[in-house]
């Protein structure tokens, strides 16, 4: 897997600018916004994720259709809004199960390395530059290799690997229901990490900085940033982001309260 990482790396300094920079820029802002704001805006993120996520599985599973990507994006925001304690729980869920699969597989990240085919590759044309449609050809090659090697890994890993996945689901599930504001903190959090890292990366290839070489040779250093980047997201927005439901059932309650109280002493003066 590693080996298809850096290859990535080494074609994506031919790529197109605009592959690189657009989706990196739009990472690192919604990261930012999602990591220390998330939990406050929970109704926005949500549409913005579930249009984003059903965006991008129109584009890719319906068709290369605009019509088709704008209404499956529609639909799907409509839905994470509508099932909004749901959705979080099942990306909180989701993020679980893919850090744990990625702890629990790194012994067996070097079994297998799926080839990406030649053909597809960025391949510049003579005097011209590499075009979008290009890179975008280059990613999807590497994105079916990435998932072709996946799939081995998922076949080599013993039963009590999935096991311990299974487990971390039951407990995201669990402290959802219970422990919704803080699972729900750390969703958000973990989340725009995630995007920011990503968006980087993406940057960083367009500056030819080699980011995945250097921190496939520094690990452990960028998975403790990357934990202290969420542990603060998450106790940020536990401290600063206050659900507004329970201000407004207590001013309605005080409002309650003295109008209870206005009608006493009205009746207290007419007796």
């Known amino acids: 897997m590693l080996e298809i990482l850096q290859d990535f790396e080494q074609a994506a300094a031919r790529f197109a600018p605009l592959v690189l920079i657009v989706p990196g820029l ?10 220390l704001g998330g939990l406050g805006f929970r109704r926005l993120m949500v ?9 991008l599985c129109g584009f890719f599973l319906i068709g290369r259709n605009l019509g088709a990507t704008v209404v499956s994006a529609g639909l799907a925001a409509l839905i994470a809004i509508i099932f909004e304690k749901v959705f979080i729980i099942v990306l909180a869920v989701a993020l679980a199960a893919i850090f744990g699969f990625a702890v629990l597989a790194r012994p067996y990240l070097g079994s297998t390395e799926a080839a990406v085919p030649p053909g597809q590759t960025v391949t510049p044309e003579q005097g011209g530059d590499v075009t979008v449609r290009q890179s975008v050809e280059t990613v999807k090659a590497h994105a079916v290799s990435l998932g072709q090697t ?31 504001r803080l699972v729900s903190a750390l969703c958000c959090a973990t989340l725009g990490t995630t995007l920011i890292f990503g968006g980087l990366i993406l940057l960083l290839l367009f500056k030819g900085s080699a980011p995945i070489s250097r921190i496939s040779s520094n690990t452990p250093s960028y ?29 309605k309650g005080k409002g309650k309260d003295q109008q209870d109280s206005g009608r006493a002493g009205r009746g207290w003066r007419g007796r």
């Open 150 to 180: 996946v799939k081995h890994i998922c076949s080599e890993m013993p039963i009590h690997n999935w096991a311990i996945i299974g487990g971390l689901i039951v407990l995201f599930v669990v402290a959802g229901v219970y422990l919704w």
């Open 223 to 251: 998975a403790a940033a990357f934990a202290a980047m969420a542990a603060f997201g998450t106790v940020e927005q536990l401290l600063l982001c206050r659900s507004d439901k329970k201000g407004s059932a207590k001013e």
């Open 47 to 55: 549409a913005l994720l579930g249009a984003i996520a059903g965006g």
């Open 26 to 35: 739009a990472a690192v802002i919604i990261g930012l916004f999602v990591w």
